[in-house]
């Protein structure tokens, strides 16, 4: 049985910093790439970053710098460091399994200005 489950959101000032995991199983882990994405209200679900099996990782413009994605296959765990946050960072959080398509059912992030 496949699953995604996104812990970590919450409520920070902008300019903190937050640290979202993903736990997956049920998948071969370590052979497959995964990223995150987020969905502000109103708004269509957006690419936020992805990690290769490899290792190799790409971010959306608004993110760069800022944020870090990263994967540990022993755990079997992604997470994705969020820095220097903004109001406009405010969204549910999804992480996506991206060769099946399959996403965990999300974590809110909210940042006050």
């Known amino acids: 049985q496949v699953q995604l489950v996104e812990s970590g959101g919450g409520l920070v000032q902008a300019g903190g910093s937050l640290r979202l995991s993903c736990a997956a199983s049920g998948i071969a882990f370590s052979i497959n790439a995964f990223g995150w994405y987020r969905q502000a209200p109103g708004k269509q679900r957006e690419l936020v970053a992805t990690?290769?099996?490899?290792?190799?990782?790409n971010y959306a413009d608004s993110v760069k710098g800022r944020f870090t994605i990263s994967r540990d296959n022993v755990e079997n765990t992604i997470t994705l460091q969020m820095n220097s946050l903004k109001p406009e960072d405010t969204a549910v959080y999804y992480c996506?399994?991206?060769?099946?398509?399959?996403w965990g059912q999300g974590t809110q992030v909210t940042v006050s200005s």
């Open positions: 990690i290769s099996s490899g290792g190799v990782t």
């Open positions: 996506k399994w991206i060769l099946m398509g399959y």
